[in-house]
């Protein structure tokens, strides 16, 4: 006999005197996570340990605190560690293309960058100043004097002896020419040169050869000192502006003598100074051509010379902790930005700009899982650059152009940070199955259980949750009642009497939900009236789609019988969940069974509207008739089951047992009741199994008969193995209490059978068959007869054949 269940096994109360406080204005803030010891152990793990691959995805659940949980204990971890080195690129002098990537100590690029800002401007005021001086002036004239004398001597000794064989020395557009002339100095001219006897004209060609043999030795003896004139010039700037530079650049080294690259640095920087010296020279501005032009000035550029700070942890407390919201390319690895000056887009060192990762280098970074994999490139990036253990800022859309451009190519960075991944399980699972990389990369799992055990400690953390919620938002207190209440809804998300939800997100918006009420209210507690207010409120909010499907079954469009008695004819119970809200759907599944040998007939499957688990079910329904009607000889049978009115895809094996009621009910011929629902699933041997969403399903029945009006008669069967996850809204728990309502828990199959029938089930006699007046009797009954009747059939056919036989012979 099925016992009906009491009121209160339908609902698990939070007890007032579990509480030792009035308000939660009373109770401490909560710091730390509620109910989740494994996901803690795992991060502690992953975190402590500094091990190449022990990468960290944090999955589970939205809401169960993922983000808030790693974020305090980064927070704290980090805070106890080093902080990371700062970060800067400057100009690579010998590959101008590849800037230079140098770090030092935190604090110490502003510091860098300031020096070299200083003594640039230091030297454009010092180097002038040098060049301005009377002793530099005294050396060059003397340098300039020395080679003007020089050149003079040169061409002076050449013209006398050019003079005294009747020769002249002549500026011509080819350069210096050797030329005959008269006594009075003039040149000859072609004529008078023509008009030379031959002798003479030999002789003056061989003298005028000679000479001018002497004058391009001298001409290029001049220009031989003018180079060395230049170098002595140039080797006189470079020793005199030395004197500015060299002290400056001396003690910057000696400043950074624990830095071997920013030294080398130096060094390769006062060797460009002293090679350019001409840009730190002030420069007089030319007249324009025309008086109205006025051309524009030259700019000279010192830039080469500056500090691209691309990581300053000067203001950092610890290691560097960074969550990347948007992992884009460039987000998380950096880029060059460009500049368009005179229709060409140009760029240079300084404008290299850090991402997630330089900024997080020597720490933590945390990145949602989802928004990684949706955004290009950058999943096999940071697999990437956590393999190689670098980070290189890269031009990603490069290998897609058609034509190549030249870019800059900064050295890449040295990488050593743990990352964090978050995301939900699906998404761990996809990657952990698809992707061997992801292996060997994450190898830290910290699962975030929905749940945890309905404990007092528990309970009181839960309190203490409402109590941080309302002084960090500072929302009205809560009472005990309140705070009860809230309590029994994380059960009722956990849909479990033992255990509690851990998605705190859908318990903090039931804390403000309620505090507005409450305000709504006047009142200056949340009591409990108020939490059941905020639920109520919300169902009222997102039932649109419940309210038209119940609708439509008042208004019989969606045929649900809720009185009388049918034969193959049973209400099932399905949940439709629409994200938001989810509710329970009775719907009419009906069995038809008729002579033949056809076996169960699944008409959803037949239509390709059934899932594999549903198709399942079907044979375990056709299994369990073979195992309890055919013991003892071979039954025949033709049925069919369906779900009426069904317009969309079917899943799941939780209207096993009323699939198999309707089923039983058209082969025995014994009408069912109407006004109560079954949800269960079963087994071969009969044994119902718990289901889920069974608080959704008893309450969508309960709606739609309380519309119609309540007798007493109206209930729902469910899997005895389901009774520790009601968690009833109270106007069930009062109607069932008052006797208007009834829930059937049962653990075997027959069980439900009897209360849909009032007819007793049967055992099965040591002779194969069941008792008279009970339904498995009937059942027998009728396999008898389609037995009987297929071998009357059988043997017709054979009479019909032989006779067939005779008249062909």
Not at 8 to 15: F, G, P, R, V
Not at 645 to 669: H, K, N, P, R
Request: hydrophobic share 35%; with cysteine.
């Amino acid at each position: 006999m099925v016992t009906k269940l009491k009121p209160e096994e339908l609902y698990k109360c939070c007890e007032l005197d579990t509480f030792d406080f009035g308000t939660t204005d009373e109770i401490e803030r909560f710091e730390g996570t509620i109910g989740q010891e494994k996901a803690l152990r795992s991060l502690d793990f992953g975190l402590g340990l500094i091990s190449e691959g022990f990468n960290i995805y944090a999955l589970g659940e939205s809401g169960t605190g993922k983000m808030r949980t790693v974020r305090a204990m980064l927070n704290e971890r980090a805070s106890l560690e080093n902080v990371s080195y700062d970060w800067c690129y400057v100009y690579n002098f010998k590959d101008p293309d590849t800037p230079m990537a140098v770090s030092l100590a935190p604090g110490m690029g502003m510091v860098f960058h300031k020096d070299m800002d200083d003594m640039v401007k230091t030297l454009r005021t010092e180097i002038p100043k040098v060049f301005e001086s009377k002793e530099y002036e005294k050396q060059r004239s003397r340098i300039v004097e020395e080679f003007q004398q020089k050149q003079k001597e040169l061409f002076s000794s050449l013209e006398e002896e050019a003079r005294a064989k009747g020769f002249a020395i002549r500026k011509a557009v080819a350069g210096l020419l050797v030329v005959p002339v008269r006594k009075s100095g003039e040149p000859l001219t072609e004529e008078e040169f023509a008009q030379l006897d031959d002798k003479t004209r030999k002789k003056v060609g061989e003298l005028g050869k000679m000479l001018q043999e002497r004058l391009d030795d001298v001409a290029r003896a001049v220009r031989e000192a003018e180079k060395l004139v230049k170098e002595l010039l140039s080797r006189l700037e470079r020793e005199i502006a030395l004197g500015a530079v060299g002290p400056m650049i001396d003690d910057l080294k000696v400043k950074y003598k624990d830095y071997e690259k920013i030294v080398k640095y130096l060094e390769a920087a006062r060797e460009d100074i002293l090679t350019h010296l001409e840009d730190f020279k002030v420069t007089e501005e030319q007249a324009p051509p025309l008086p109205f032009m006025k051309l524009p000035k030259p700019e000279v550029s010192f830039n080469r010379y500056a500090v691209n700070i691309i990581v300053n942890n000067k203001e950092l407390k610890g290691a560097p902790v960074v969550f990347e919201s948007n992992p884009t390319y460039l987000n998380l690895f950096g880029r060059i930005e460009y500049k368009v000056q005179y229709g060409m887009a140009i760029t240079d060192f300084l404008m290299i700009k850090a991402g997630s990762l330089h900024r997080a280098n020597g720490g933590y970074v945390v990145i949602n899982a989802l928004d990684l994999l949706k955004n290009i490139f950058s999943y096999d990036a940071l697999k990437r650059a956590i393999k190689n253990k670098e980070l290189k800022i890269e031009d990603v859309w490069e290998q897609y152009r058609l034509l190549s451009t030249t870019a800059l190519k900064p050295e890449a960075i040295p990488l050593n940070l743990k990352v964090i991944l978050i995301g939900n399980p699906y998404i761990y699972y996809l990657l952990y199955n698809l992707d061997e990389e992801y292996r060997e990369l994450f190898k830290v799992k910290a699962d975030f259980d929905s749940r945890m055990e309905r404990t007092p400690g528990n309970i009181k953390k839960y309190a203490a949750f409402v109590a941080s919620c309302q002084k960090e938002e500072k929302l009205l207190p809560f009472d005990k009642g309140g705070v009860a209440k809230i309590v029994e809804y994380g059960s009722r998300l956990a849909s479990h009497q033992n255990k509690l939800s851990t998605r705190f997100s859908d318990i903090a918006n039931l804390i403000r939900e309620s505090h507005y009420w409450a305000q709504k209210d006047s009142s200056k507690i949340v009591k409990a009236e108020h939490v059941v207010r905020a639920l109520d409120e919300k169902i009222f909010r997102d039932n649109r789609i419940e309210e038209r499907i119940r609708e439509a079954m008042l208004e019989d469009t969606l045929i649900v019988n809720t009185t009388g008695e049918k034969v193959g004819q049973v209400n099932g119970l399905a949940v439709l969940d629409l994200g938001d809200y989810s509710f329970g759907k009775p719907s009419r599944i009906t069995a038809r069974a008729y002579t033949g040998k056809a076996g169960v007939v699944n008409i959803e499957r037949e239509t390709k509207m059934s899932g594999k688990i549903h198709e399942k079910a079907i044979m375990i329904i056709s299994s369990y008739l073979g195992s309890k009607y055919a013991t003892k000889k071979p039954i025949s049978l033709s049925a069919s089951i369906t779900f009426e009115q069904l317009y969309e895809m079917i899943e799941g094996d939780s209207a096993t047992c009323a699939e198999l009621y309707a089923l039983l009910s058209s082969i025995s011929g014994v009408p069912l009741k109407q006004c109560i629902a079954v949800t269960g699933s079963m087994d071969q041997n009969g044994d119902v199994q718990p289901i889920g969403g069974v608080n959704e399903k008893v309450e969508g029945f309960f709606e739609l008969c309380n519309i119609r009006g309540l007798d007493g008669s109206h209930g729902v069967i469910i899997p005895r193995r389901n009774v520790k996850h009601l968690m009833l809204r109270h106007e069930v728990v009062n109607a069932i209490r008052e006797g208007k309502f009834s829930i059937y828990p049962i653990d075997y199959v027959e069980e439900g059978m009897e209360v849909l029938t009032g007819m007793p089930a049967g055992e099965l006699k040591e002779d194969g068959t069941y008792p008279e007046g009970t339904l498995n009797y009937l059942v027998m009954k009728r396999f008898d007869e389609i037995s009987k009747a297929l071998e009357k059939k059988k043997e017709k056919e054979e009479e019909k054949e032989e006779k067939k036989n005779d008249n062909n012979d």
